[in-house]
Each structure stands twice: as structure tokens, then as C-alpha cells.
């Protein structure tokens, strides 16, 4: 039975709840969504002895102001967005307990972009197409603003107080460096073109949850100018628009562009994609794809073997 956990006095810039996104929509136009940062929400999830793909609240450059309603025990993850505790330093990356009465209140970052709370029986809200995450354009999820209650499932507290190893508490830099799976779309670009995307630093103009804006002094030239025949695009995907001008596609990106891509940002990289603030910049290196998956496949492990690490702790 879900009860009122949260109230929420102030929503800030963006509060959402997100879990891992609509997966297997895509084919039907609907984006995937979720968690900008999956490795901040998964983590979490894992910290409170949640399954993976729990729903989480997901706060954007803080601001935001919530009323505790019941006791609970919960973890912060992701970016440092200065979270308070009754106007006390709130830690990150293990779990604490909270009573009824008790204020939290992020008031900016520090570092990063995007903080993460679950809550030890995860947050109950209503499902849309399999999934809980908002997505404003399609009016899917529940939109967060002031006034609104959020609810968690579980009428009870985790008396394990477990935080995460501090070697896999990510960095997150100004400065990143992302890899990169090339574009079927590649030889429309010159070998000077590729390498002169491989070898450059860009700039990050402007982002939101649907695409991140990037910018240099030169443009990426294409061999055959114009537009491609619409084709499926997912988070990570690299566009380059008619001007030169890099697009990264993030979580709430369309299913299908029609700008020529140059490559895909691999999805263990897309984490540092979701905590670069404006002004950052990012730097992309080549890899094959055998590689990305090897990746991958590490990265999954890991997760899982610290699942069961955590599940099994007295």
C-alpha cells in the first residue's frame, strides 16, 4: 500500500520521477526517456535494496525544496547539488534516514548536473506505456510542481546503513572525454573531417533532457551537404547539422532524425553525458564496437555483483 512520502514545497529548475525509460516503444515514435544518468539511478537503487530499474527522483541543478512525510531510509546519488537535511550537509552515496517533519533542500551544484534519491521500497506512481518516467511532450508520467505529493511503497525503514566504495564513486569533471561507435554515415565526412572531430575539444552551448548543443570555432564539413533519409536515432547519437554544428541526442531525444550522423556515444559513457553542465566541454575518442560491448557486458557485471553484494550484507 503507497503512502505520501514527500510534499513538495519548491520544484526548482526540473524534478521528475524517472526509472530506465520505455524501453521496446521506440518502433511506435515514443522515446525511451528515463534517467539522464542510469549509473547514478542504478546504484542508488542498489544502496537501498531496490531492483535496478526502480523509479527514482530525479532533481536537475537543485533548487528544489521537499517536505518529509513518513520516515524513510534513502540514498542521494549522482551529482553534488549541495543537498541539506534540516539546513544540515546531507552525505551522498549511503543511506540515511529521514522523519516525518524533516526538510530537504538541494540548493545548487557543486559538481555535476543531476542528483538522484530512491527510497528503500521504491517510489509507487502510477505507470504509463511501462514506465513512471515523465516526459513532458507527450504528456506521459505525472508532471512534479508545488503542492504535489510523491509516494513510496513500502510503510517501513532499512535498518542497514551501507554507503558505496569511494573507487566507484564517479568524478564528474568539466572537462570529459566520451567514446565513440562510428556512424554508418561516415564517408560522407573526409578523413581530415574525422580527424579533425577526433582530435578537437568542444564546447557545450546549451543542453536539456532531449539534446545537448555543441559548438567550435571550425565546422565539421560534409563530403554530400544536405539532409539523409530519415532513420532510428537513440540516446548518444551524434547529429551534425546543415551550419557544422554537433548535436549529442539525450534520454528524451525523437526516435528518428534525418541529419547525417557521425557516430554514437557508447552507453557506459552516458553517465558523463548527463552531468556536463553548460560551458563544459568533451573531447570524443574512436572505439570499436566489439570493444563498447566488452564494455558493456563490465559493466553489467559489476553492477550485478554489487547487487548481490549489498542484498547480502546483515
Avoid at 542504478?42 to 531496490?50: F, T
Avoid at 526502480?54 to 542521494?76: F, H, N, P, Q, W
Avoid at 565539421?220 to 547529429?239: A, D, F, M, P, R
Avoid at 573531447?283 to 570499436?288: A, L, S, V
Wanted: charged share 20%; proline share 4%.
Amino acid at each position: 500500500m503507497k503512502f505520501s512520502l514527500f510534499q513538495i514545497d519548491k520544484e526548482g529548475l526540473l524534478l521528475s520521477l524517472q526509472d530506465l525509460g520505455r524501453e521496446g516503444m521506440r518502433h511506435q515514435g515514443i522515446p525511451c526517456s528515463g534517467a539522464m544518468d542510469p549509473y547514478a539511478l542504478r546504484i542508488g537503487n542498489i544502496l537501498v535494496g531496490n531492483q535496478h530499474s526502480c523509479a527514482s527522483l530525479e532533481i536537475t541543478m537543485g533548487g528544489c525544496i521537499l517536505r518529509v512525510l513518513k520516515d524513510a531510509t534513502i540514498v542521494i546519488t549522482g551529482a553534488n547539488l549541495t543537498p541539506k537535511l534540516n539546513n544540515k550537509d546531507l552525505p551522498m552515496w549511503k543511506t540515511i534516514s529521514i522523519k516525518k517533519g524533516d526538510q530537504i533542500a538541494f540548493l545548487g551544484p557543486k559538481f555535476g548536473l543531476r542528483s538522484y534519491i530512491c527510497v528503500y521500497g521504491g517510489f509507487e506512481e502510477e505507470s504509463d506505456l511501462n514506465s513512471v518516467s515523465y516526459y513532458d511532450k507527450a504528456n506521459l508520467g505525472r508532471k512534479l510542481e508545488i503542492g504535489s505529493k510523491i509516494f513510496a511503497k513500502l510503510n517501513s525503514t532499512n535498518p542497514k546503513k551501507i554507503g558505496l566504495r569511494s573507487n566507484l564513486i564517479p568524478n564528474y569533471h568539466k572537462r570529459v572525454k566520451v567514446r565513440v561507435i562510428q556512424s554508418p554515415h561516415i564517408n560522407r565526412f573526409s578523413q581530415e573531417t574525422i580527424q579533425f572531430f577526433f582530435s578537437t575539444v568542444f564546447q557545450v552551448s546549451s543542453s536539456d533532457r532531449m539534446g545537448m548543443y555543441l559548438t567550435n570555432e571550425l565546422p565539421i564539413i560534409q563530403e554530400n551537404n544536405g539532409w539523409v533519409l530519415s532513420e532510428g536515432v537513440t540516446y548518444g547519437t551524434i547529429q551534425i547539422l546543415p551550419n557544422g554544428s554537433p548535436i549529442i541526442l539525450l534520454a528524451d531525444a525523437q526516435t528518428t532524425g534525418g541529419y547525417p550522423t557521425i557516430g554514437t556515444v557508447i552507453s557506459v559513457d552516458l553517465w558523463k553525458l548527463a552531468q556536463i553542465q553548460t560551458g563544459g566541454s568533451i573531447e570524443f575518442i574512436p572505439i570499436e564496437i566489439n570493444e563498447a560491448q566488452r564494455l558493456f557486458i563490465k559493466m553489467e557485471k559489476k553492477l550485478n555483483a554489487l547487487q548481490f553484494e549489498y542484498n547480502n550484507i546483515m
